[in-house]
């Protein structure tokens, strides 16, 4: 028997179920499938640009997340151990934005505000541990097999929406090549109570971090901190995980902090990824199964919720008010060279100054940012293409 809506969202993470939110709030039918049986809980994205939280706003998503997550005023790149840094004080957006800040919130706990919001709706269906089997699509619908506890089960929609990440079965059904690589260091990502901020005089709540032989970041959430290391040189991700080695690169940053208890820890490859095509037919890709792309700058899960926002409208003009369904080739046209020249390339670029190891580029680097931050006009121009809002404007205005 075929279970039918108007549209197919295959992924219960951030970029599905903020599709399904957009539709759903305009009472479309909308089914969302999910492999696993419940929300992710892993440590995984935590900053929220100035335009996400606009778009969120009318939702009430943005009310509860400022509620339980932790506004960043500054963001800054510093020399460790000395301190010298460049602060980038986002204040200089008011008027660009309602909210001239980055916010750190757990990606998982934006994920369950947004699945509240859609209980909420009767005209979206959710399925967890339903896992997407096979695509099929004619001029008219699309069929979609998936597999339950209970068996096979056989959706139909108008359209269907690949929002199942980086694995996407979605992308590998309708055969679009991913192409690009991998970056060859293992991300660390270890959460813990210590209080770096009593610790480092002038430490933003978002810190990207020079130390003598590599790299580390600080990012705050409320009662806690997320650090991200790497292995030094020699030593495996392995070696690099054990109790003594993971305290001695923590040490790195503070030397006399004694034990510093970590309560998690997730080591984590970057990739940098780019989907050949983000629609075929009646199907489309978002997020992660569309592009993937290095963390530094906070970029990918923020750009994939946008990609959400971009083909929703469209989809909405479709179903509800009649538009010419050859408007939805502009999603593609407007978000795909978005991923390629400024969410991927700009977190390469970020990675790739955070890798620098040579002292002296570090400083000429260090000097040109603080005369950045510095200047008024260039810090806007500067954070208005770090915060996306560039890259969103002109994405609004390709045709």
């Excluded at 970056?183 to 959460?191: D, K, M, S």
């Excluded at 990824?273 to 199907?283: N, P, Q, T």
């Excluded at 400024?342 to 955070?354: F, G, K, L, P, T």
Aim: aromatic share 6%; glycine share 8%.
């Amino acid at each position: 028997m075929n279970e039918r809506a108007e549209v197919v969202i295959a992924g219960a993470g951030p970029v599905g179920l903020t599709a399904a939110l957009l539709l759903g709030s305009k009472g479309i039918p909308v089914t969302v499938l999910e492999a696993e049986p419940s929300i992710s809980q892993e440590l995984r994205a935590s900053t929220f640009h100035p335009p996400t939280l606009d778009m969120l706003a009318p939702y009430g998503i943005t009310a509860r997340m400022l509620d339980a997550g932790l506004i960043c005023p500054n963001w800054q790149v510093r020399l460790h151990p000395s301190g010298e840094r460049a602060v980038f004080d986002l204040s200089v957006l008011k008027g660009e934005t309602d909210h001239p800040y980055r916010l750190q919130c757990e990606q998982s706990k934006y994920a369950q505000f947004v699945l509240d919001a859609i209980r909420m709706l009767p005209s979206v269906t959710l399925s967890f541990s339903t896992a997407v089997t096979s695509v099929e699509q004619n001029a008219d619908h699309v069929t979609v097999r998936a597999l339950s506890p209970s068996g096979e089960r056989q959706f139909v929609g108008s359209y269907l929406i690949g929002a199942d990440g980086a694995r996407s079965a979605v992308r590998r059904a309708l055969d679009i090549e991913m192409s690009g690589d991998v970056y060859p260091e293992t991300t660390i990502l270890a959460t813990t109570l210590f209080p770096f901020h009593d610790k480092l005089e002038g430490l933003s709540n978002v810190s990207y971090c020079w130390k003598p032989d590599g790299t580390f970041s600080l990012l705050r959430l409320p009662g806690v901190w997320r650090v991200s290391l790497y292995a030094r040189e020699g030593q495996t991700t392995e070696q690099a995980l054990e109790d003594e080695a993971q305290q001695a690169l923590l040490h790195d940053i503070v030397p006399d902090a004694g034990r510093i208890e970590v309560l998690e820890t997730r080591p984590y490859r970057i990739h940098r990824r780019l989907a050949a095509a983000y629609r075929k037919g009646r199907v489309f890709l978002a997020g992660d199964a569309a592009h993937l792309n290095s963390p530094s700058g906070g970029m990918g899960m923020n750009g994939g919720i946008h990609d959400a926002f971009g083909l929703c409208e469209k989809l909405i003009a479709v179903l509800q008010d009649d538009a010419d369904d050859r408007i939805l080739d502009r999603y593609e046209r407007q978000r795909r060279p978005i991923a390629e020249e400024e969410i991927i390339q700009q977190a390469h670029r970020n990675r790739s100054r955070m890798q620098e190891r040579d002292p002296a580029r570090r400083r000429a680097m260090l000097e040109e940012l603080q005369r950045t931050a510095a200047d008024a006009g260039k810090l806007k121009a500067y954070l208005l293409k770090s915060s996306m809002i560039d890259g969103l404007r002109r994405a609004a205005a390709t045709e």
